[in-house]
């Protein structure tokens, strides 16, 4: 069979959720801290008692090293009083500042929060772009909102409290020995500040990929669940589950790499700790510091230099926060940061080529392989649950190659159930099916889709672009066939007012497209596909009248000569040019022929068309 070997799915770059962290991080902090302003006491307050904790943790050490040096020389018991108790009071009063530092810090983030929380949802209702139902939505609420929580609480308030012990560690240092306080002040400064611009410049870029990959993975398990039946219908599926499979690799290799220098900056921290410590104590020495005094300098060095190394943990957590917290603030409006996953891709160059003439015939996406395409059901019985009514009752029919014949009866007849079984999503209980004389059943599964296929019910639109849908349905199409296809649906003038044109995003399911639009879309990559057998599921549904008889009228002028139609409809008008129509109830062909003959004869579709002409006239009397 001629044709292309393999169907890409709807290709999601990263860039739909737009380049992570690409906006200027510092100014949305601004943005953020601007909001915290009226909390600032509270704020202050919990950095205070976080740097109380740090500093009790840091004299508890300096202190017990004391007692426990001082004690191996045996001095009276009263030399030791004051220190056993200041060990303990610092030992219960950690506990105490740590607790009322948690409870002051989560009081003043949570109330900050609320108020953020509220502005967010407020920005969202104002925007029609971003539907507050949508996901993108809901993690703009969600998640992150809570990276404006993780910044205040994770980066300020901990980096508050390792500035102000680094600060008091080297005054403290310098009350016993000048030049090794100035050794203490250098291993901090490394710890505190060089080590955490290490830290941010080796994960940067990594964490910077890291979000819109994992949303685009979050995209990805949606379109493959509720786009499965599309991707199947096309033959795409095993190159989505690839494309997916080949992200989650890219994501966990990404990971690794996150992890890997993690661990360097780490292991870089404790190597400087001792470093600096080792030198703190030679310094001492060297200026005839006591040896009690040497032994807490040493321990007090050691301490200092991991409250410092906190910093290094921030700034990793600051890096991470970048993408959430740009997001916040450039729906906020206070910063001009782009916000990722509003905007549409960047528009590719325009592909040199003809203006597509409204309508034309489409060029066939898949090529007939010579044989015919005759397709033929023999006594064919659906039925979805054992005892139900069947859905199709040992049907019959006929669809000879190149035959346009539309598909009509009462709801619940079982005319999308035998669009189910001409894609080969419903097996029959029983009976055959034929299509160019071969059993269906011995189709491979990315054969049949290039042989039958077009658009189901209900659709599924994915999140990409209006050119990474189409795509879906003709996978080398140039611009030209996208424009003819979309003609033919009537969805390239809107297409063409699109400031994005082709790259324009069209949002989970579509979201951001009407549903007329959203149906022109779907239609227009079905007419892309072209496959020899086009099934066509109700393909004007949700259009008013008036549009509906149009783009039928286009769909079938641009569907190949030689090309099967099987048209489901509930409209009966615009179906004078088909070949055939046949009736069906209850899963059963009632009536069958031409729209003059049934209109003619008494039945379900005289009346049908009776009761459809007289509502219509209705509405066009209605109508301005
Ligand atoms: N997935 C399903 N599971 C169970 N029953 C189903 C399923 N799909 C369809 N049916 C049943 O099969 C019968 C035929 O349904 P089908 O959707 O083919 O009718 P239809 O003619 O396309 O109806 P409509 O015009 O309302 O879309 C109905 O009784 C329906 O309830």
């Known amino acids: ?62 202190t017990a090293t004391w007692l426990l040096m001082s004690a191996a020389g045996r001095p009276p018991l009263d030399r030791l009083t004051v220190a056993i108790v200041a060990v303990r009071a610092l030992a219960i009063s950690r506990g105490v500042f740590r607790y009322t530092e948690r409870l002051a810090g989560h009081d003043a983030v949570l109330r900050i929060i ?105 995209a990805d398990a949606i379109d493959l669940t509720h786009g499965a039946a599309d991707l199947a219908a096309f033959g795409a599926t095993a190159t989505a589950l690839r494309a997916a499979t080949d992200r989650t690799r890219r994501l966990a290799r990404l990971e690794r790499r996150l992890a890997a220098a993690g661990f360097a900056v780490d292991a870089i921290g404790t190597l400087l700790a001792g470093l600096t410590a080792g030198a703190v104590v030679l ?23 991991e409250v410092a190394l906190a910093l290094v943990g921030a700034a990793r957590q600051r890096t991470q926060l970048r993408t959430g917290l740009t997001r916040v603030a450039a729906l906020l409006g206070d910063t001009r940061a782009r916000v990722p996953g509003a905007g549409p891709a960047p528009r590719e160059e325009p592909t040199p080529g003809a203006e597509p003439m409204a309508g034309a015939e489409l060029t066939p996406g898949v090529a007939s392989e010579g044989g015919t395409h005759d397709v033929r059901l023999d006594d064919v019985t659906v039925r979805y649950r054992a005892g139900a009514a069947p859905a199709l009752d040992r049907m019959s029919l006929d669809l000879p190659a190149g035959r346009r014949v539309a598909v009509v009866g009462p709801s619940g007849a079982g005319k999308s159930t035998l669009a189910a079984v001409l894609t080969g999503a419903v097996q029959p209980g029983s009976g055959r099916v034929t299509v160019g004389g071969r059993d269906l059943s011995t189709y491979a599964e990315d054969e049949l889709p290039r042989v039958v296929g077009g658009l189901l019910a209900e659709a599924y639109v994915f999140h990409a672009t209006v050119r990474e849908n189409l795509l879906l349905g003709g996978p080398g199409a140039g611009e030209e066939e996208l424009a003819a296809a979309a003609a033919a649906a009537g969805l390239l003038d809107w297409v063409r007012e699109q400031p994005a044109g082709w790259d324009t995003v069209v949002g989970e399911e579509g979201s951001q497209l009407s549903g007329g639009q959203r149906q022109r879309l779907a239609l227009a990559r079905a007419l892309l596909a072209a ?63 031409r729209h003059g003959d049934l209109v003619a004869t008494p039945g379900w579709y005289r009346d049908q068309w009776l009761l459809q002409e007289a509502a219509e006239r209705g509405y066009l009397a209605l109508a301005p």
């Open 114 to 218: 609320t108020d953020v929380r509220a502005r967010v949802f407020a920005a969202l209702a104002a925007r029609r772009s971003a539907p507050a139902r949508s996901g993108d939505a809901l993690s703009r609420l969600v998640s992150d909102v809570e990276t404006v929580q993780d910044l205040l609480l994770r980066v300020l308030v901990p980096a508050a409290g390792a500035v102000l012990v680094s600060v008091v560690a080297v005054g403290g240092a310098a009350l016993i020995s000048p030049p090794a306080a100035g050794v203490l002040a250098v291993g901090l400064l490394v710890a505190g500040v060089a080590l955490p611009v290490l830290a941010t410049r080796l994960t940067r870029r990594s964490a910077a990929e890291l979000a819109p990959l994992r949303g685009a993975l979050a």
């Open 531 to 593: 496959p020899p057998v086009l099934v066509l599921d109700e393909p004007t549904e949700g259009l008013d009248p008036a549009a509906a008889d149009a783009v039928l009228a286009s769909t079938l002028a641009a569907t190949p000569a030689g090309h099967s139609v099987l048209l489901i409809s509930h409209r009966l008008t615009g179906l004078a040019g088909l070949d055939e129509i046949v009736v069906l109830d209850a899963g059963r062909v009632v009536q069958r022929g």
């Open 1 to 62: 069979m001629a044709g292309p070997a393999t169907v890409d799915p709807p290709v999601r770059t990263t860039d739909v959720n737009g380049p992570a962290g690409a906006g200027p991080a510092g100014a949305a902090e601004r943005v953020v801290l601007r909001l915290a302003r009226p909390y600032l006491g509270r704020l202050v307050g919990a950095g205070l008692l976080a740097a109380a904790t740090e500093f009790a943790g840091l004299a508890l050490m300096a």
């Open 283 to 305: 310094v001492a020495l060297a200026s005839g510091v006591p040896g009690v005094l040497v032994g807490v300098l040493a321990v007090g060095t050691l301490t200092a230099v």
